[in-house]
């Protein structure tokens, strides 16, 4: 759900810049190819998947679901395996995902864009950019959304949650902000540079990682072990947490630097009425 959520964002920014029309259409004999080629595609990759699944194979499930807490110190077998058992994937993904980010920045740099100043029946957009209502309601979800960011990511080693959909529903809560208040209503109040904050995730990840090297231990091995705090009582702490902090980071950071620039540039133009004053 929130990467739908956040998809659906990025697709609404990303088509404000299309053309509301296009001035030819395909003919009958492309779209019989088109589809012929979509057909073709589908059959093939269909037939490939049904005998692949066939096959006899040995499943490794029951790996993970028996190893996971004892291992990896989580009851949520997913998470562990995403910060544990395969962690290097882990962290090439966010890595991946930085670079992704600091791509889609750079190209948005001065690009020029199709910048519509009215839908496509030629209505021109509203005056009022961001109705009151929108404003008060997103100012009071925000420290709740939150409040359930950080419940969501501790409770992940052992419940569903983790870093990465708490970073997701961190950028949700800001894009928010974005949508209800504008991009320089949000400057003036959050300051964080976001390549910053993906960078700061990536080298987390990557010293929670190189920290086992101290204890003659391979590259991102994890640990665990259970403490008694006063008032809170048995309470366990992995070193997970803090690869799982580098995922949350680099997530919140790669999804605001993407959502938030293409908004910039949604707000950089003006509608004909107001040019023409």
Known sequence: LAVEVVTIV?????LFFLPHKINRASQAGQLMRDAAIALLSGVVIGSLSYVLMLQPQQRISEFFLQNAKSGGGGYNVVNVILVDFRGFDTLGEITVLGIAALGIFKLLTRLPLFKPTSDAEGRS??????????AVISQALLPMALMVSVYIFFRGHNLPGGGFVAGLITAIAVILQYVAQGVDWVKQRLTLEYHRLIA??????AATGAMSWLFDRPFLTSWFDYFELPLIGEIELASAMAFDLGVYLTVVGATLMILANLGKMTTSHRPVHEENR
């Open 10 to 14: 990025l697709l609404m920014l990303a």
């Open 125 to 134: 957009w509203a005056l009022d950019k961001h109705p009151l209502l929108l």
């Open 200 to 205: 700061t995730g990536v080298l987390i990840a």
